[in-house]
C-alpha cells in the first residue's frame, strides 16, 4: 500500500499547513511534488499532484493547472476545499480498476 499524501494532506490540512486555508493546502502541495521532482527523487506516486490537477481541468474546461486552482477558488463553493478534496476522491476511483 502507497502513502497519499494528496489525500492525507486534503483530510488534515492543518496539520501540514498553518491555518489549512485552500490556497495554503495547494501551495504546500504545489512546492511538495514540484521539490521531489527537482532533486530527482524516487516514489510511486511522484507525478500524482499533476495528474489531478490535469484530470481535474479536463473536467471542468480550465486551460491548465493553474487556472483549475484558481478556479476552484473563484467559484461560490461554501467550502473550496472539501469541494476539492471530493474531486480527488473522484479522480481516485476514475483511476481504480473497477472502472
Known amino acids: 500500500m502507497t502513502y497519499d499524501m494528496i489525500k492525507a ?15 495554503e493546502v495547494c501551495a504546500f502541495l504545489e512546492g511538495y ?3 521531489i521532482a527537482k532533486v530527482g527523487f524516487e516514489f510511486e506516486g511522484k507525478y500524482e499532484w ?3 490537477l490535469e484530470w481535474l481541468s ?4 480550465e486551460s491548465d493547472s493553474q487556472s483549475i486552482v484558481k478556479a ?10 472539501e469541494k ?3 474531486n480527488y476522491l473522484d479522480y ?6 473497477l472502472h
Open 58 to 61: 479536463q473536467k471542468n474546461l
Open 72 to 81: 476552484f477558488k473563484q467559484a461560490n463553493y461554501k467550502d473550496p476545499l
Open 84 to 86: 476539492f478534496r471530493e
Open 9 to 23: 494532506v486534503l483530510n488534515r490540512p492543518e496539520m501540514y499547513t498553518l491555518t489549512g486555508d485552500y490556497n
Open 33 to 35: 511534488y514540484s521539490g
Open 92 to 97: 481516485l476511483s476514475s483511476k481504480s480498476p
Open 50 to 52: 499533476s495528474l489531478f
